[in-house]
């Protein structure tokens, strides 16, 4: 199979910066250009074919308005999924935002948001390091779009029936993570529950309002499941819903996945831009009750587009890589306001031998690729591409002025002469790193020997504000302390420093490490957690 080549264009487009962000914006009257005599006898010639009868030079006019908007590439990314996707990674990512899924109501606390129902917010930014990772994104230049709902657990919307409760929970999620754009992703049932979509607009109307008093305008994308000839009769009701419901939405994006066309072999482009142009004739028909009579080109850079790459949920359809040149194309010709793709996880091929089999997988595409195949071809679309604003190099804090404290650290300092594990994090000259592989001697910070990666991946940097990790012991009843003198044998346990070890073999006079990760070849192994330690469950 040919590779599809990235789309070769500008990559100046700031999503984050584009008008139609701003709830108050208005579409502004096009200059007028002036008739040069190329123009003219261009004219001459489109009102010749006008005359003949023919349709080409009404088509030929209608399309020379162009694209008003450029398209924003900005991948999905399941946080939640093990193992971790290191999205503020630039050697792992080349988006330069992403979309982070999924918000939902906590299983214990319906109007409490967690993290695909599995994490707390303190606790993805205990576990999953969320808010260094987003810090991290956001100092290299890129940045996310918080998303809410999917198609598994209950959107917040759905389970918490307290409005003002709501509310409050948007507010708040909106502010930790200091969110410039929303993504509220309705299906399922969803999409027909008309007291959750009813609290929803609600909610989203007021907290928009109070960002946009603010000073910090939220955008708004709807994302909703799509037939091929458009949006079904229930998404066009929520989209309808929001809009007079006083929601300034930036957009809808729409799932071009999962047709169940009935075709042997259907043509996932084809049926992609079938249903992006359906969607374009809904959305001119929704804004017209509203007075706003858009242009063309207005009404496309209000649509977005999310395939599934690779193998979709239904086994016919495979989103292929020229699937994902034709869309990245089209999304370019028509001005199309921003293309997903669920999800960067799977960007990868499956490993072993899949020849004519089916492979639904989370974390591989099921389709032959090479590794962030369709990634880099959406990276190419005008928003902010990979090496833009220095998205290609992670800023590390200046080594000679850096002196790393444990007292202010959260994870162990790095030591040259440790054996860390797969998954270890450290601190290193003031940023967190954590071992992709298992290793000893290899500087974080250092640039690899070329030709190689890093055993590290950056993370973040250290908070001003934080403090040592708090070793957790996981036994309880140890209360001798460790002396200097005894002989201590295989099994015999003690305290040292408040915290319990235990013997590997018989000891005398060497006192317990302190550094950590403690050595294999210690005589005394810790029977306690530090914090940055890989779970092993």
Not at 65 to 78: E, L, M, N, Q, R
Not at 187 to 208: C, F, K, N, P
Not at 495 to 501: A, D, E, K, N, S
């Amino acid at each position: 199979m040919d590779r599809a080549t990235p789309v070769a264009v500008r990559p100046d487009y700031d999503p984050l910066a584009d008008p139609l962000a701003d709830p108050d914006w208005q579409e502004p009257e096009q200059p007028r250009a002036r008739l040069s005599w190329t123009r003219l006898g261009l004219l001459v010639l489109i009102l010749g074919l006008l005359g003949a009868g023919g349709t080409l030079g009404v088509i030929h006019l209608r399309n020379t308005a162009g694209p008003t908007a450029k398209s924003w590439a900005v991948p999905y990314v399941d946080v939640t999924l093990t193992p971790t996707f290191q999205f503020q990674d630039p050697t792992a990512n080349p988006a330069n935002d992403v979309a982070l899924g999924f918000v939902v109501a906590d299983p214990k606390n319906a109007c409490s948001p967690s993290w695909g129902g599995a994490y707390t917010l303190d606790g993805a930014g205990n576990l999953l390091e969320l808010d260094r990772r987003i810090a991290q994104l956001r100092q290299a230049g890129g940045d996310i779009t918080l998303s809410l709902g999917g198609l598994n657990n209950s959107e917040l919307a759905v389970a918490c029936t307290d409005e003002e409760r709501l509310t409050a929970a948007y507010r708040d999620l909106v502010k930790r993570y200091d969110v410039k754009t929303l993504d509220l992703d309705i299906e399922g049932t969803a999409v027909a529950d008309q007291a959750s979509l009813q609290r929803r607009v609600t909610a989203v109307a007021a907290v928009q309002k109070e960002r946009a008093a603010a000073g910090k305008p939220l955008a708004v994308w709807l994302t909703l499941p799509v037939a091929p000839s458009g949006l079904t009769e229930d998404g066009v009701g929520v989209v309808r819903g929001m809009l007079e419901g006083g929601v300034a939405l930036r957009g809808v994006n729409v799932m071009t996945m999962d047709f169940n066309s009935g075709e042997a072999r259907p043509d996932m482009l084809a049926l992609s831009t079938s249903a992006l142009n359906g969607t374009h004739k809904q959305l001119s028909d929704l804004y017209l009750p509203l007075g706003q009579k858009l242009t063309s080109p207005q009404v496309w850079s209000r649509i977005g587009a999310t395939p599934m790459i690779g193998q979709n949920d239904v086994d016919a359809e495979r989103f292929t890589l020229d699937d994902a040149a034709g869309l990245a194309r089209f999304a370019v010709d028509n001005g199309l306001g921003r293309v997903s793709m669920w999800s960067i996880n799977r960007d990868a091929p499956c490993r072993g031998t899949f020849a004519n089999v089916v492979v639904h997988s989370n974390t591989c595409s099921g389709v032959d690729q090479d590794a962030l195949a369709f990634s880099k071809v959406f990276a190419g679309l005008p928003g902010k591409a990979a090496g833009s604003d220095n998205y290609d190099s992670v800023e590390i804090p200046n080594r000679a002025a850096t002196v790393d404290d444990p007292k202010t650290s959260p994870y162990p300092i790095w030591r040259m002469t440790a054996m860390y594990a797969g998954g270890y994090k450290v601190v290193w000259k003031g940023v967190v790193y954590e071992a992709k592989w298992a290793n000893s001697g290899q500087d974080p910070a250092a640039a690899p020997p070329a030709g190689t990666q890093s055993a590290w991946s950056v993370i973040g940097p250290v908070s001003p504000v934080e403090k040592a990790p708090r070793p957790v012991p996981v036994v309880t009843g140890v209360t001798d302390p460790w002396t200097a003198g005894p002989i201590y044998r295989r099994g015999d346990r003690v305290l040292f420093g408040g915290l319990p070890y235990e013997a590997r073999w018989t000891t005398k006079d060497e006192a317990p490490s302190m550094e950590f990760p403690v050595d294999a070849d210690d005589p005394w192994k810790p029977l306690f957690t530090i914090p940055g330690e890989p779970r092993t469950n």
